[in-house]
């Protein structure tokens, strides 16, 4: 059975990379996953917070927010506190990068990722991490062909997807109308090789069997290769 936007069960949503959209970041990336738009950029920085100083590696941290349009009711932005929601999802974001990036090969620099979404339609988090990725990789780039160092400190790629239970059905990347009615909701990052980096799954109002993880979790994997090939072929292309 067809869902409410004609996918199949195990469909992703059409999905487009765009490298190089703003100028001024080293990398910049808008990426759509159906409904939902995020720009992610990734900011070079000489030094590292105070508490890594000395140690002669690296940082990767992430910010994330939603911008006021994003949404069907205007959202009020983040000025002077941070909600719990934003602060959790921009943590994510950055173990998720971290999780494949070897520090010490950084140097004692830092590189910075803002995740602004610009449209939600479900899966921003998830949309997050996986443009979050590309725009890493072209902020390396510009760093070794500037001789801020002298190697990629990226060790394989790293993706994200959500995936759910609506009824009997377990669905792979979940729209806002399916998120809201699932009986389970899991987002799942992991890396090219297929290693977990993180696994949040949630039961709302149910519960879920260890069967049902066991094929959300092959449903995730399968997403997330295709994902990683969707990176893949965004980095082979030339920017502008």
């Known amino acids: 059975m067809a869902r409410h936007d004609g996918r199949r069960s195990g469909d992703l949503r059409p999905i487009e990379i765009k490298r190089g959209y703003t100028c001024n970041p080293a990398g910049s990336v808008l990426i ?5 738009v995020v720009l992610c950029t990734a900011s ?27 949404t069907s009711e205007r959202r009020r932005r983040n000025r002077n506190r941070i909600d719990g929601r934003t602060q959790e999802i921009q ?23 803002d995740c602004d979404v610009l449209q939600a ?22 760093a070794i062909r500037n001789k801020w160092i002298t190697r990629s400190p990226v060790r394989e790629p790293v993706a994200a997807v959500s995936v759910g239970k609506l009824g009997n059905r377990i669905l792979l990347d979940l729209d806002y109308k399916e998120d809201v009615a699932a009986d389970v909701d899991m987002n799942v990052v992991m890396t090219g090789s297929g290693r977990f980096v993180e696994v ?13 993880l066991d094929k959300l979790l092959r449903l995730a994997s399968r997403g997330i290769k295709r994902l990683v090939e969707e990176q893949g072929k965004a980095l082979q292309r030339r920017l502008r």
């Open 91 to 113: 943590r994510l974001i950055g173990r998720s990068l971290r999780a494949v990036v070897d520090l010490e090969k950084l140097g004692e620099n830092s590189i910075l990722l």
């Open 44 to 70: 070079w920085e000489s030094g590292v917070p105070r508490w890594r100083a000395g140690q002669g590696s690296g940082w990767v941290t992430a910010e994330y927010d939603m911008l006021p349009g994003s």
């Open 200 to 212: 949040q799954g949630t039961g709302e109002e149910a519960t879920f069997s260890r069967d049902d």
């Open 32 to 36: 759509h996953t159906g409904g939902t």
């Open 121 to 142: 339609d479900g899966g921003t988090r998830t949309a997050s991490v996986t443009g979050a990725y590309v725009a890493l990789c072209d902020a390396v780039r510009v």
